[in-house]
């Protein structure tokens, strides 16, 4: 039986977390009540005590398949119903980050309140960049939850057991190979005469730009040392290597612009590539 997750203090940052996560209302996820002001030092609980909740609430409207299902898109993106599977599966990536950084900031209650107050901000990112795909959904007439749906990423985070773990595979793996993901297929979108799809991609490129850089600079706060490789490599909670963190071609401009050096991104390229990338948008 699974224990029943302490319920954090009425009206704190950590209770908005808790209550975000455990949301089984549409509604809620995607248009949550504003979190309390971060730079409020009453909004902030009182000695809290790390909380790593398991799993999200999933609302009735979305079809969820357990891991091993398969949820396999078409790969040719030339039609509207493949390009709509892709961002209705890619609205769910945003999701699952809302809800994984805010998990983090329970996960990893003795962390630096700097970075507990990052990740938050992150949290309304990652909803924003969910409404931009959900807006494209609209568009094409498709509700979210059109297409089953699979936790993937929330399967890989539970094992990261510090926050080092956490920001080597969300920040600088997942959102590092979104950055590979997103022009190519911004690309593909507007070879198909779809250009607000393709200027989704292009905006939410630009965006995790300023999340691989956040993942970058905690990174080596927490490890007290300069970002390298092979500490990346190493800080990855098993079975996630950084051969399925990367695209086909890295897309060596953004990564540099996020602060990842020649070292890391040459050492990176020559890592195997994946057959299917698994990224927050792939």
Known sequence: MIPTPRVPTEGTIERWCFEYITSTELAAKLSPRPAPDSADERAWEVGPEPLRLTRPGRPPELCMVAAGESTRLCRDLSTASARGALFHRFAHHELQAAELFAWALLAFADAPRAFRQGLLALVAEEIAHLHLYLGYLREQGLAFGAHPLRDYFWERMLGCTT??????????????????????????????????????????????????????????????APLTYAAWGAALPEPVTPSVLHGRTLNREARAR?????????????APSPHLPRTKSA
Do not use: M, S, Y
Not at 180 to 201: I, S, W
Not at 258 to 270: H, I, P, S, V
């Open 163 to 224: 926050p080092q773990a956490f920001v080597a595979l969300q920040g600088l793996g997942l959102e590092g190979a979104n950055l590979d993901h997103c022009l190519p297929l911004a690309r593909q979108f507007r070879k198909a005469g779809d250009e607000l799809g393709a200027r989704v991609l292009e905006r939410i490129e630009e965006d995790e730009i300023g999340h691989v850089a956040f993942a970058k600079h905690w990174f080596e706060q927490f490890t007290g």
């Open 258 to 270: 996020a602060g990842l050096d020649a070292a890391f991104l040459d050492a990176l390229a020559r």
